[in-house]
């Protein structure tokens, strides 16, 4: 398992491009891991930069950024429409970190 938010390429891609340090980091998980099983429970520009990728189409995704986050409603509602293979909660309903790492954690003892 590893986040790359802190990695010095994400935070150089994301000053460079103009994005967030959370979308650089899926761009360089995706360099880095083809068919990852991504976990993306606080930014929806993570989410959204994922659906971006076609590198993505055969990851599986648990995307679940909380309510009140600006785009988390609709990043949710796009990782629905995208033919992954995903875990969200629809909608404005609850989300975030807490949430994400309860349900990796829910996937893993059952494995």
């Known amino acids: 398992m590893h986040c790359y938010v802190h990695e010095p390429e994400a935070r150089e891609t994301a000053e460079r491009e103009g994005i967030t340090r959370s979308a650089a980091a899926v761009r360089l998980a995706l360099e880095?891991?083809?068919?990852?099983?991504?976990?993306?429970?606080?930014?929806p520009t993570a989410l959204?930069?994922?659906?971006?990728h076609g590198e993505a189409s055969d990851s599986v995704v648990i995307g679940v950024p909380p309510i009140g986050f600006v785009g988390a409603a609709q990043a949710k509602d796009a990782l629905a429409r995208s033919g992954l293979t995903y875990l969200t909660v629809p909608g404005h309903r609850g989300g975030g970190s807490p949430m994400a790492s309860s349900i990796l954690n829910t996937i893993g003892g059952m494995a």
């Open 48 to 52: 959204m930069e994922l659906l971006r």
């Open 32 to 43: 880095r891991h083809r068919g990852a099983f991504f976990v993306i429970g606080n930014a």
